[in-house]
């Protein structure tokens, strides 16, 4: 029992941890918690469908399909939404990042309706379904491993873009010192676009793992989602990439551990629990840097 | 004569830079004391200790405020001006949407006492202090020549009008000492004549001065006594004349390039 | 242009009060106003804290639930009179504040808000799940209406307040009280702390304003008003469920403040009425068109993106306006007329 749910917290932690690198990086460059980011995450789900059951495309084309399409609706946010209001006051950003999710999630709700439907069933890979591995009552599905499988990739390819990459040191040139970085002839919006469409296209994935995974996709699923993920960006310290990807693995195990012996009711109340632990008693995280005002 | 204040060995460090090391020196009352230095000598960061924005590292800071002698390392901002230790800013830091009155008001703060319920129900004591308020602040506003001003927006001020009101406010919390970070920075040769005339002023009422300046021919001009920063240590300390005849501080000011000669 | 739009506004505002007691008023039309009333109280509760102190709050929906659950419950279980329910739901609002403020309010502004966002979740999470206390989803029907108590002078002298009317004037004078009691802050020690916080915090801290302490004040208060809305909300609608305190709850105070102008208590107001009979509107309009009620949340997101873009300081940004009438300020602007009249040339220090 104790395996199994420690299996399936594995599989829900990397989700979240894709997830919640797209909020860190977005809040390493430009200190925006990007509450939109979840409601990205969301139509990388529809997208999917759309292109299996309009367009007719096979399921993992659809999924890099949904990836570009959110990479592209990343940047679009960036520039139209909160380019603009890069030297205005913090709170102005945050309230337009509210505003855009709330005008993002009601969108998806006039185009695809507000009721939950099923994943495009049809279209995926069948032995996805199948038990790959049971080892003494614990079963470990395809989709499971798959899942795992595409986060690590996933993972293990940021990895290389942020630290191996021109565009990657930019970005980190950033996250330490926008002015500095400006004068070393870095072009920050571009910089800043990229990180959104890097950003989005991972949390795309994240969707379509999740649609699969649960076989439902609904409007109002970025809400939750993006709660939980930005939890695991504050656990693991907003800012930091790895401390994003530690974060939702933890969360992910704590929630399915916490509703496995405690309290399947307050699942979700785990997530706000740990953000509110967190911010008042770590606000680093495990792997960040120190928030406190300073006045 | 018991000094005002007095800063002993106060080190400040932030992370491996070393601000202030070991640094020492007295302000005693009734003076104006010249705290100069080059550009990042770390004279800022000793405003900021003492006026309690900083903890210092090591070392002790104590001031003969209103209850006696108090060691006032690692007490707040808050505290500090309540104990009688006001400031201004190197940048201006007014309160922008606030009018002029209003930025002086709120420095009333700490010499005040009524909270939401006499706010709310508008005591006759609440009523008294109010008055009592405008009438302080107006005095403030007078005494730097900005009273004709007081309904006016704070930001819609000239630059050296802002400058004087950051200097009311700071006189309105009712000090006995006064820390001036570069208070001519930006001034025209009237405005800062004006800002002389303002600090003998200031001394006069009975508070007194330290002030941070680069400005060499307004400190050697007003200033007592002088403290030399360089790099984080004091390296003079004394009169006007024997400062500016002192070769460490030829050299911190002149090694760097014979400008400001 | 103000003082001439006055005899306007006072004849609009007769002819508002007087309504409800003409034969042709219309119980919908009451309804929507006295939801508007509502809203007005939260608007102005929630108008301290990113208003007056600079602070983002996007949990304060949670203190509203916590007012209206803590009337309702009280008025089921214990049948204690509104009278005494109003003080008690506002004290535990304020209660919660300062518990959740104490810890949090030294983080920086995004830390800060997304700490009341997660609270005000848990309030829903909680109202949901423990269903021996709030009966959870099912919700908390068959809660008794308000009513004057003076049996004790009269035995025939029990008066319940039923329909839409009652419940108008009695919304009318929250709002009067509420709107009283923040000019009176505004212009007051309290009110200019405030807004030193959010003008600027470490001037405000020079000037021996203690932040932290303020900040809870801000918090608490504000938390006090937002239960205070649910407290009577409770007692209008007789009817609760965890549903109704949702996040979107917030954001929709949130942009009435915003709207009107960060800080300007008439400002939240107008945005209060604005945001209202927008939504009211769209309710009837989106279902002609094929949509679901819910989507009118579209047209506000996309409002507080616009005028976060184009207006960032909302339509009216104003300020510390209230000192403007207090007669000591309108004294001191007398003798400062007299005074540049009398002498052109200015002081010279």
């Known amino acids: 029992m104790f395996e199994q749910q420690l299996v399936n917290g594995l599989t829900l932690g990397v989700i979240y941890a894709l997830i919640a690198v797209g909020y860190t990086m977005v809040y390493g460059v430009i200190e925006l918690i990007n509450f939109a980011h979840g409601e990205v995450y969301m139509l990388g789900a529809f997208f999917c469908v759309t292109f299996i059951t309009a367009l007719g495309m096979p399921f993992y084309v659809a999924i890099v399909a949904a990836m570009l399409c959110c990479a592209l609706l990343g940047i679009l946010l960036d520039v139209v939404a909160y380019r603009p209001l890069r030297n205005a006051p913090r709170l102005a950003a945050l309230i337009t990042a509210i505003g855009m999710s709330i005008f993002l999630q009601n969108l998806a709700m006039i185009i695809w309706g507000s009721r939950a439907k099923p994943f495009a069933q049809e279209a995926v890979p069948a032995y996805l379904a199948e038990t790959a591995l049971e080892w003494s009552g614990v079963h470990l599905t395809w989709l499971q491993i798959f899942i795992l499988g595409v986060a690590l990739v996933m993972m293990l390819g940021l990895y290389l873009i942020i630290n191996k990459t021109r565009i990657g040191t930019a970005m980190r040139a950033l996250a330490q010192n926008k002015t500095a970085a400006a004068l070393m002839g870095i072009n920050v919006n571009f910089v800043i676009s990229f990180t959104f469409a890097l950003g989005s296209a991972m949390g795309a994935v994240a969707g379509v793992l999740v649609a699969v995974y649960y076989n439902t996709l609904y409007p109002t699923m970025g809400y939750v989602a993006g709660v939980k993920a930005f939890a695991s960006a504050v656990l693991g310290g907003i800012g930091s990439v790895p401390g994003a990807m530690v974060g939702g693995v933890v969360l992910g195990v704590a929630e399915a551990l916490g509703a496995g012996y405690v309290s399947s009711l307050y699942r979700d109340g785990v997530a706000y629990a740990v953000l509110i632990a967190v911010i008042i008693f770590r606000p680093s995280g495990i792997l960040g840097r120190a928030v406190v005002d300073k006045a | 004569?018991?000094?005002?204040?007095?800063?002993?060995?106060?080190?400040?460090?932030?992370?491996?830079?070393?601000?202030?090391?070991?640094?020492?020196?007295?302000?005693?009352?009734?003076?104006?004391?010249?705290?100069?230095?080059?550009?990042?000598?770390?004279?800022?960061?000793?405003?900021?200790?003492?006026?309690?924005?900083?903890?210092?590292?090591?070392?002790?800071?104590?001031?003969?405020?209103?209850?006696?002698?108090?060691?006032?390392?690692?007490?707040?901002?808050?505290?500090?001006?309540?104990?009688?230790?006001?400031?201004?800013?190197?940048?201006?830091?007014?309160?922008?949407?606030?009018?002029?009155?209003?930025?002086?008001?709120?420095?009333?703060?700490?010499?005040?006492?009524?909270?939401?319920?006499?706010?709310?129900?508008?005591?006759?004591?609440?009523?008294?202090?109010?008055?009592?308020?405008?009438?302080?602040?107006?005095?403030?506003?007078?005494?730097?020549?900005?009273?004709?001003?007081?309904?006016?927006?704070?930001?819609?001020?000239?630059?050296?009008?802002?400058?004087?009101?950051?200097?009311?406010?700071?006189?309105?919390?009712?000090?006995?000492?006064?820390?001036?970070?570069?208070?001519?920075?930006g001034m025209n040769p009237r405005e800062t004549r004006r800002l002389v005339d303002l600090i003998h002023a200031i001394l006069d009422a009975g508070v007194t001065v330290v002030l941070i300046e680069h400005d060499m021919k307004l400190v050697m001009h007003i200033c007592q006594r002088l403290a030399v920063l360089d790099h984080g240590v004091l390296i003079a300390e004394g009169v006007p004349e024997a400062v500016r005849a002192d070769p460490q501080v030829i050299e911190a000011y002149l090694g760097r390039g014979a400008a400001h000669a | 242009m103000l003082a001439k739009l006055k005899p306007v506004l006072f004849v609009l505002a007769a002819a508002a009060l007087a309504y409800p007691l003409m034969p042709f008023s219309n119980d919908y039309l009451l309804h929507v106003v006295t939801l508007v009333l509502v809203y007005m109280v939260l608007a102005m509760g929630l108008n301290i804290l990113p208003g007056f102190c600079g602070l983002l709050d996007l949990g304060f929906v949670g203190f509203y639930g916590i007012?209206?659950?803590?009337?309702?419950?009280?008025?089921?279980?214990?049948?204690?009179?509104?009278?005494?329910?109003?003080?008690?739901?506002?004290?535990?609002?304020?209660?919660?504040?300062?518990?959740?403020?104490?810890?949090?309010?030294?983080?920086?502004?995004?830390?800060?808000?997304?700490?009341?966002?997660?609270?005000?979740?848990?309030?829903?999470?909680?109202?949901?799940?423990?269903?021996?206390?709030?009966?959870?989803?099912?919700?908390?029907?068959?809660?008794?209406?308000?009513?004057?108590?003076?049996?004790?002078?009269?035995?025939?002298?029990?008066?319940?307040?039923?329909?839409?009317?009652?419940?108008?004037?009695?919304?009318?004078?929250?709002?009067?009280?509420?709107?009283?009691?923040?000019?009176?802050?505004?212009?007051?020690?309290?009110?200019?702390?405030?807004?030193?916080?959010?003008?600027?915090?470490?001037?405000?801290?020079?000037?021996?304003?203690?932040?932290?302490?303020?900040?809870?004040?801000?918090?608490?208060?504000?938390?006090?008003?937002?239960?205070?809305?649910?407290?009577?909300?409770?007692?209008?609608?007789?009817?609760?469920?965890?549903?109704?305190?949702?996040?979107?709850?917030?954001?929709?105070?949130?942009?009435?403040?915003?709207?009107?102008?960060?800080?300007?208590?008439?400002?939240?107001?107008?945005?209060?009425?604005?945001?209202?009979?927008?939504?009211?509107?769209?309710?009837?309009?989106?279902?002609?068109?094929?949509?679901?009620?819910?989507?009118?949340?579209?047209?506000?997101?996309?409002?507080?993106?616009?005028?976060?873009?184009?207006?960032?300081?909302?339509?009216?940004?104003?300020?510390?306006?209230?000192?403007?009438?207090?007669?000591?300020?309108?004294?001191?602007?007398?003798r400062l007329a007299g005074y540049a009249s009398g002498e052109k040339s200015g002081t010279a220090a």
Not at chain 2, 93 to 103: I, M, T
Not at chain 3, 79 to 86: D, E, H, L, N, P
Not at chain 3, 160 to 187: C, H, N, Q, S, T
Request: aromatic share 12%; with cysteine.
């Open chain 2, 1 to 185: 004569m018991e000094p005002l204040l007095k800063v002993e060995n106060v080190t400040k460090r932030f992370g491996g830079l070393m601000a202030l090391a070991e640094v020492s020196f007295e302000v005693r009352p009734g003076e104006i004391l010249g705290l100069i230095g080059p550009n990042g000598a770390g004279k800022t960061t000793m405003f900021n200790c003492i006026a309690g924005v900083y903890k210092p590292t090591s070392g002790d800071i104590t001031f003969a405020g209103k209850d006696g002698v108090v060691r006032t390392n690692g007490l707040k901002p808050e505290k500090m001006t309540g104990l009688g230790i006001a400031r201004t800013f190197q940048n201006i830091r007014l309160f922008g949407a606030l009018s002029v009155l209003d930025n002086v008001r709120v420095a009333r703060h700490c010499r005040t006492s009524s909270n939401f319920f006499g706010a709310v129900l508008r005591t006759r004591s609440q009523k008294e202090e109010e008055k009592a308020i405008i009438e302080e602040s107006m005095r403030w506003l007078e005494f730097v020549g900005l009273a004709k001003h007081a309904l006016d927006n704070a930001t819609s001020l000239a630059y050296g009008n802002q400058r004087r009101l950051e200097i009311a406010r700071a006189l309105a919390t009712g000090p006995k000492l006064i820390m001036l970070d570069e208070p001519a920075a």
């Open chain 3, 67 to 334: 007012g209206a659950y803590t009337s309702g419950l009280l008025t089921i279980h214990y049948g204690m009179s509104f009278w005494v329910i109003v003080p008690l739901a506002c004290l535990n609002g304020a209660l919660w504040g300062v518990l959740l403020g104490v810890p949090t309010l030294r983080l920086v502004g995004d830390y800060f808000a997304i700490v009341t966002f997660g609270f005000a979740e848990l309030v829903v999470l909680f109202l949901t799940n423990e269903i021996w206390l709030t009966r959870g989803p099912l919700g908390l029907p068959g809660i008794e209406p308000v009513s004057f108590d003076f049996t004790w002078l009269n035995p025939d002298w029990y008066f319940e307040l039923i329909g839409e009317v009652p419940y108008f004037y009695l919304a009318v004078a929250m709002v009067a009280f509420v709107w009283l009691v923040m000019r009176r802050i505004e212009d007051s020690r309290l009110g200019r702390a405030w807004f030193a916080i959010r003008e600027d915090t470490l001037a405000a801290a020079s000037c021996g304003v203690n932040i932290l302490r303020y900040k809870v004040i801000a918090f608490a208060i504000s938390a006090g008003i937002g239960a205070l809305g649910g407290a009577f909300y409770a007692r209008w609608s007789l009817f609760l469920s965890p549903d109704m305190f949702k996040f979107w709850e917030s954001f929709l105070v949130l942009c009435m403040v915003v709207l009107g102008g960060l800080g300007n208590i008439a400002g939240a107001l107008v945005g209060a009425v604005v945001l209202i009979v927008l939504g009211e509107g769209l309710r009837e309009i989106l279902p002609i068109l094929g949509l679901a009620p819910e989507t009118r949340f579209l047209a506000y997101g996309l409002i507080m993106v616009l005028i976060m873009r184009f207006k960032p300081a909302g339509f009216f940004p104003a300020i510390a306006t209230a000192s403007a009438r207090n007669p000591l300020i309108k004294d001191l602007k007398k």
